[in-house]
């Protein structure tokens, strides 16, 4: 089920932790819980991962022996600076905000209309997981064919917040978190860990 | 020893848990009646008097809980716990005030990193036994994070007020 405006509204005032919902910064006065769409707009933040070609020419994040991934350099433009994003180009983000998601919310990630009309995409792993807890990267990549000038602060997308289900809640109750970014605000790569199903098809 | 001189001269600082596993390590107990013991007695009876006046006259906020201020750190903490920013719910005050925090943010992190059974907790709960590394990372992050906030929520304060006045 979608969480609407006045739904979210209760969740990030909820008092206990299991139904808390965290975005940090909010801005007072900037969530309308009258306006009827049930999104929540985030911003761009000021911590970027370039993927530079020089070395490797190709990805490859299996953690194969002999097998090297492309090397990220992270930078940071502060608010007020622009940081042009080339064709072609793709590179790692964060929102501003930090989202602290309960056991039984999770959101998925969806782009604004006036960015992709001009050719940007922000995500392709779109969902956020129950029990998240941190910046959510963005892989931002210019699909247009003239350079698209980004400048932290702007609102490049929203989520859209859906209820899992009780069962959720329960299991993180007696589960570890154990994602991978858990209290992560750097636009990391992250560390490929196949599945045993994986590793069985993938060393055949 | 020092718990001992702690505890009759600045007993506010002794009851806090963070140094319960220094205390009840005995190690140093054991070495009662060495010649480096009883220079060590000397020395904490020569100063422990002084330190303990001097912390007197110059009263620690937290200590006096001036504010609420011990409310506001637990608050943090518990935040922290929670994997959540720990500037989430102060209020913005004025400069001075909100400046202020940056120092609380600081104690409050390093309270909860220097507490076995918090931070303990923090490690198992969110899996990263096998590396504390990562969570000691997580909470720099949270309180970077928290900095940052605090700074850009000041900073919008004082636009929308500025704009309501007209000036703008």
Known sequence: MMLSRSDLKERLAAEEWNERLVVEPLFEGSFDSDSLSPSLDFHLGSRFSVLRRRRATQHNPLPLEGQRDVAPTELFIPLGKDFFLHPGQIVLGTTLEWFRFPYDLMAYVVGRSIWGRRGLLIVTASAVHPGSSGTITLELCNMGDVAVVLRPGVAVGQLFFHKVGDESRKAGRRESRRSTFSGSTRPILGEYVPSKVERFLLEM | ?168
């Open chain 2, 1 to 168: 020893m020092i718990r001992r001189f702690l505890q009759a001269s600045l007993n506010h600082i002794a009851v806090d848990e963070v140094w319960t596993p220094l205390f009840q390590s005995g190690r140093h107990d054991a070495l009662e009646g060495d010649l480096i013991s009883k220079i060590a007695e000397r020395v904490c009876h020569l100063s422990f008097g002084a330190i303990a006046q001097l912390v007197d006259d110059i009263p620690s906020p937290i200590a006096k809980n001036a504010g609420g201020l011990l409310r506001d750190i637990e608050s943090m903490q518990q935040n922290i716990e929670n994997l959540s920013p720990p500037s989430v719910g102060l209020g913005i005050g004025d400069e001075i005030d909100t400046a202020n925090k940056f120092w609380l943010f600081l104690y409050a992190a390093w309270h909860f990193r220097l507490s076995v059974k918090r931070f303990g907790d923090f490690v198992t709960t969110n899996g990263w036994i096998s590396d504390v590394s990562k969570a000691e990372g997580a909470l720099g992050n949270l309180v970077l994070h928290a900095l940052e906030s605090l700074e850009l929520r000041f900073r919008w304060k004082s636009y929308v007020d500025t704009e309501e006045r007209g000036v703008r």
